[in-house]
């Protein structure tokens, strides 16, 4: 069974930062692509950041400047690392990723990530 497993999320202050991890289970096929979306409690789904055609990485407006989107092909991995954390960057954050051959789209379980003094 593929399964996205999403690790890093927490309880931090504003101002701190945090890094999300990604990892893809049970499958050898490598991502293809894949990004980083939150869910704030009444919200919808927005995308944070996404890896585009070619490599290219794109932002939210919220997230540019703060947040990095990274990808470890030999462990088949993708990363979040998100700095200066605000308030309102408090949401369940999910991780997706398309892989490789099959085509396949997955959603990571979600991590939470409250930002607080």
């Known amino acids: 069974q593929v399964q996205l497993v999403e690790s890093g999320g927490g309880l931090v202050q504003p101002g701190g930062s945090l890094r999300l991890s990604c990892v893809v289970s049970?499958?050898?096929?490598?991502?293809?692509?894949g990004g980083w979306y939150r869910q704030a409690p009444g919200k919808q789904r927005e995308v944070v950041a996404a890896f585009g055609s070619g490599g290219s990485t794109n932002y939210a407006g919220s997230a540019k400047g703060r947040f990095t989107i990274s990808r470890d092909n030999g462990k088949n991995a993708l990363y979040l690392q998100m700095n200066s954390l605000k308030p309102e960057d408090t949401a369940v954050y999910y991780c997706?990723?398309?892989?490789?051959?099959?085509?396949?789209?997955?959603w990571g379980q979600g991590t939470q990530v409250t930002v607080s003094s």
């Open positions: 997706n990723a398309v892989l490789t051959w099959t085509g396949n789209e997955y």
């Open positions: 049970g499958s050898s096929f490598r991502i293809y692509t």
